[in-house]
């Protein structure tokens, strides 16, 4: 599953919410920038994946991936566990989304996950 996913299949997205990767990953990482304090990314580089290293959150919270990973889907946020992927404490993150869903998730994790 991907973050923001939001159980919508591609032929529901409209059109007129298409914006390109570079505007969604700009979206992302300004607002984790300027919202979420411990948290850090890389801004990905020829991928619509994103891997965001909340160790430092976690840690500050005392939280767990699992607790985290749990919070963002009890609120409708589908995000994928890093973990496979080499980071202990890594979310990934699709980007193919549309800009609408992506504010939604993104509002939905600073007022009930992070």
């Given at each position: 599953?991907?973050?923001?996913?939001?159980?919508?299949?591609?032929?529901?997205?409209?059109?007129?919410?298409?914006?390109?990767?570079?505007?969604?990953?700009?979206?992302?990482?300004?607002?984790?920038?300027?919202?979420?304090p411990?948290?850090?990314?890389?801004?990905?580089q020829?991928?619509?994946?994103?891997?965001?290293?909340?160790?430092?959150?976690?840690?500050?919270?005392?939280?767990?991936m699992?607790?985290?990973?749990?919070?963002?889907?009890?609120?409708?946020?589908?995000?994928?566990?890093?973990?496979?992927?080499?980071?202990?404490?890594?979310?990934?993150?699709?980007?193919?989304?549309?800009?609408?869903?992506?504010?939604?998730?993104l509002?939905?994790?600073?007022?009930?996950?992070?």
């Open positions: 599953m991907h973050l923001l996913h939001f159980g919508v299949t591609q032929s529901e997205v409209e059109l007129k919410d298409a914006h390109s990767l570079e505007e969604v990953q700009q979206l992302i990482c300004d607002f984790i920038r300027e919202n979420f411990g948290v850090h990314f890389s801004k990905p020829g991928t619509y994946m994103l891997f965001i290293d909340f160790e430092g959150w976690c840690k500050n919270h005392g939280k767990t699992e607790e985290l990973l749990k919070a963002g889907q009890e609120v409708g946020v589908y995000w994928q566990d890093g973990r496979p992927f080499h980071g202990e404490y890594s979310i990934r993150v699709n980007l193919a989304l549309p800009k609408g869903r992506v504010e939604e998730a509002r939905r994790l600073e007022q009930y996950v992070l």
